[in-house]
């Protein structure tokens, strides 16, 4: 369990790494990717950590996928929290990564702008390496959102891996590619309507990284009511626990 658990980590800290670094190089250097390139980029690291982790821990790279499996009888429970802690603490310290890599380009960036962190202004930066649901979306809307999409998600994965598809190639050689393009696919479409997560580590562990570099209790809540800090982590696991029984009722 030691070594799917090591892996969980780098799986889940490689997808938080590519993801935000392109984001980063978006806002604070003269490398402005578009959202099309950023997806891009996103759902090609997805790809990659699964194609680096499947065959030893399964790939979930995900608490929400996690839980879900666990919940299905399909994983043994004994490693649901040990898994969670190594994608949570994945993301967490990729991010420190990314924050010591960008640095001094980041302080003179607050710098520049005048930008005081901690303040409603530095959200614009602690979104670089969290996922905030648009502010001017309700709650339900963006809880919505993100619980469908994620059910979505779920329920086009567990197909991509369904044994029943004599269609598709095995699943180390073909599904991990389809999955990233499912990803790229969910990023491009619904993040001009909310930033959606999909994966509760993705959000949680940077979260918890700028909380102790300044932006306290802000980086969770973005400047929104604290329940929307709950979106990006309960969302994905109602709507992957929602994707799966749906999967089970339609009989897939």
């Known amino acids: 369990?030691?070594?799917q658990c090591i892996v969980e980590f780098f799986g889940t800290?490689?997808?938080?790494?590519?993801?935000?670094s392109s984001i980063a190089a978006?806002?604070?250097t003269n490398v402005h990717l578009n959202q099309f390139e950023i997806s891009c980029i996103l759902g090609l690291s997805?790809?990659?950590?699964?194609?680096?982790?499947?065959?030893?821990?399964?790939a979930h790279l995900n608490p929400a996928i996690t839980i879900f499996f666990w919940?299905?009888?399909?994983?043994?429970?004994k490693k649901v929290i040990p898994y969670i802690i190594s994608q949570i603490f994945g993301a967490f310290i990729f991010t420190m990564l990314i924050y010591y890599l960008y640095y001094n380009i980041l302080i003179s960036f607050e710098e520049k702008n005048n930008i005081i962190r901690g303040s409603q202004e530095s959200v614009s930066l602690a979104s670089i390496f969290?996922?905030?649901p648009k502010y001017n979306n309700s709650f339900i809307y963006n809880s919505i959102i993100e619980i469908f999409t994620t059910a979505f998600f779920i329920i086009i994965l567990l197909e991509f891996n369904n044994k029943k598809n004599n269609y598709l190639l095995s699943y180390s050689s073909i599904s991990p590619i389809l999955i990233?393009?499912?990803v790229f696919i969910i990023n491009i479409t619904i993040s001009p309507l909310s930033n959606v997560s999909l994966n509760p580590a993705r959000d949680?562990?940077?979260k918890i990284f700028l909380s102790l570099t300044g932006w306290g209790l802000l980086s969770f809540t973005g400047g929104n009511s604290f329940s929307y800090c709950l979106i990006p982590v309960l969302g994905p696991i109602l709507g992957a626990i929602l994707g799966g029984w749906m999967h089970k009722i339609l009989n897939l």
């Open 26 to 28: 978006s806002k604070l």
């Open 180 to 182: 990233g393009i499912l």
């Open 1 to 3: 369990m030691i070594k």
């Open 71 to 77: 919940l299905s009888s399909k994983f043994n429970k």
């Open 13 to 20: 800290g490689l997808i938080t790494f590519f993801g935000t």
């Open 204 to 206: 949680l562990g940077p």
């Open 130 to 132: 969290c996922i905030y």
């Open 46 to 58: 997805v790809s990659i950590s699964i194609y680096l982790s499947h065959t030893i821990s399964g």
